[in-house]
Nanobody
Framework: VQLVESGGGLVQPGGSLRLSCAAS????????MSWHRQASGKEREWVAA????????KYADSVKGRFTISRDNGKNTVYLQMNSLKPEDSAVYFC?????????????WGQGTQVTVSS
């Protein structure tokens, strides 16, 4: 089981980045995928989630209207398009895969990719 994020980097305020998370070793299309972020010295926070079929994604208020989550089940990949980036978006971004198996939540994380928004 593996999740590998990529696409992070340094960008100026107002700029854009597209993060990718490539999945392998599990039935990707059966899992709800989400993005989370953790800024230095802060707790990890949820950013966006997308259901198995891709319909009706959800967003944290802080990114609504600026970020778009999408998935390609044929490529086992989830994306996060980030526009109008702000310095407060700077964080390590992690993808997560989750599925309920009975009463247990089975979920796992990627290693993260750093996003820095600075002039």
């Amino acid at each position: 089981v593996q999740l590998v994020e990529s696409g992070g980097g340094l960008v100026q305020p107002g700029g854009s980045l597209r993060l990718s998370c490539a999945a392998s070793g599990f039935s990707f299309s059966s899992y709800v995928m989400s993005w989370h972020r953790q800024a230095s010295g802060k707790e990890r926070e949820w950013v966006a989630a997308i259901p198995t079929t891709g319909g009706s994604p959800k967003y944290a208020d802080s990114v609504k209207g600026r970020f778009t989550i999408s998935r390609d089940n044929g490529k086992n990949t989830v994306y996060l398009q980030m526009n109008s980036l702000k310095p407060e978006d700077s964080a390590v971004y992690f993808c997560n895969a989750a599925i309920w198996k009975g009463a247990e939540l089975d979920n796992f994380w990627g290693q993260g990719t750093q996003v820095t928004v600075s002039s």
